[in-house]
């Protein structure tokens, strides 16, 4: 478990149980963003064997364009960037694509896991500190 900052001995209490407070919203928001990720990468999992299958290409270029703009209103639409929406959707999109080659060559990928990837690290080796 990575370790919490120190705070100061004479920090507000009331500010520290705040900070506290919105850092578990943040934390129970990336246990679902996971979760629904793990439920994307079932999906694209059976996309790939189904393109397998038939002889379809890994990639779809069209749909991919029209997914980037989509999430792109989408991201407008929430107030978030517009320009990290599609970052973030491309390196999906990426390691899909990534996925789907592996299956057409009759190897299996775990969902989610990047193809070829080593077992993930210990928290304590890459803590997220983005809160």
């Known amino acids: 478990m990575a370790a919490h900052e120190e705070l100061p001995a ?3 209490a009331a500010a520290i149980e ?3 407070s919105i850092r578990e919203s943040i934390d129970n ?3 679902a963003l996971i979760h629904l990720l793990a ?3 079932k999906f694209t999992q059976s996309v790939g064997r189904l393109k397998a299958a038939h002889g379809l290409p890994a ?3 069209a749909r991919e364009l ?3 703009d989509r ?3 989408l991201a407008e ?3 978030l960037d517009p320009a990290f929406a599609e970052k973030f959707l491309n390196f999906i999109i990426a390691e899909v694509i990534h996925h789907h080659v592996k299956i057409a060559g009759g190897e299996s990928v775990a969902p989610g896991r990047a193809a070829g990837a080593a077992p993930a690290a210990s928290p304590a080796a890459s803590p997220i500190t983005a809160s």
Do not use: K, N, V
């Open 77 to 79: 639409e929430a107030h």
């Open 59 to 61: 990639a779809d270029p």
């Open 66 to 68: 029209m997914q980037i």
């Open 10 to 12: 004479d920090a507000d």
């Open 29 to 31: 928001i990336d246990a």
């Open 71 to 73: 999430l792109r209103g």
């Open 18 to 20: 705040q900070l506290h």
């Open 39 to 41: 439920e994307r990468f």
